[in-house]
């Protein structure tokens, strides 16, 4: 899906929502995008300021079935960086795509998930940095992160491969022993190899936050401090935006989906970092017992989230991990994952889920960067969220 659960504003928009005036605003999308696109770079553009020496400069395209947008930062006299960098940049996305995409026949894991048992398999620095967080998250979260729940997405009907038919509960116990990140492992030299054919890789979770890490480092390289990179919502940030001032990022509301006006939910101030956006109230059907089933795909259980409407928002030092965060709290739920997070990570989290009666409620862990909502008539953390006690 190419929903966000974050989506770039204009000042004029944001101001009218929470009475502010930010420079920009962004926001989150849901892990499993539709097939890409080709990576696409549109021409750049040099922005005006309002502050006296300093210039600003944008572009975006199309990458992972959904758009990038790119904005930079810099004094007056710096030379204009959009003939080049932006197909610098492009070429870097393409080669991720390349590597990541379970919707290309001949990408990197297209061809390991069409790979035997046991045969070892070369992979790219990019895949295997990738792979190194992914099961290092599938350790340390005890299995509720897991990248090679591929097969299980596609009988689930969220997946590329989408089954014709929906899996049944009978099914589920069988499969057990054919899916899951236990059943892969490094040979020698570094290739990857899995120990059952079924067992299919699917890192919609975390390759759009590696690809914004990516391309922050590129941008870095060629001396640029101030910037925001944001690849279907999920965004990292580095120094001050055009105006001189944080950054402005707006959480899209988990009630935009089936409410009219609801599109933000918070925004948050940043200048450092990156924040990635899970949540169920965009990807999902409806089965034929009434269920809302989400594209979240619980390991445990085998089954997607049936939570009500939520969405939690994850900071962290770098969008590969904000990204990963994002999946696995989703799956644990407020109470649990607030608690496995403190105990287990730097990195902090916002969640917003929508009441039974379509107010919103808010919870932020102790570290979560400065944010305010964007609806004066909901309080922040008031009890009754999500089994929150006084």
Known sequence: MSHRFLILLLSADLAQATGSNPEAVTAGSPEYPEPPAMVRGTT???ET???KGWAGFSWGGETMGTTYRIRIAGPETARDPVDELPHEVSRRLEAINDQMSHYLPG???SRFNRLGPGIPFPVSRDFASVMDYSLG???RSGGVFDPALGSLI????FGPARAQEPIEAPQLPARREKVGADLLGWSEHRYLRKQVDSVN???SAVAKGYAVDAVVDLLSQRGWENILVEIGGELAVRGQNPSVRAWQVGVRSPAGSFMEGADLAAVVTLDHGALATSGNSENFHVNDQGERLSHLIDPRSLRPVTRPSFSVTVWSTNCLDADGLATTLSVMGPETGNAWLKANSTAEALWVQVRPDRSLGFLATEGFPEWRKVKPDVTAGRPG???ERK
């Open 44 to 46: 750049g553009n040099r």
């Open 201 to 203: 890789l699917n890192l």
């Open 385 to 387: 969220f999500l089994g």
């Open 137 to 139: 998250l599938h350790r």
């Open 49 to 51: 300021s309002g502050h």
């Open 154 to 157: 596609d009988a689930w009907g």
């Open 107 to 109: 990408s990197e894991l």
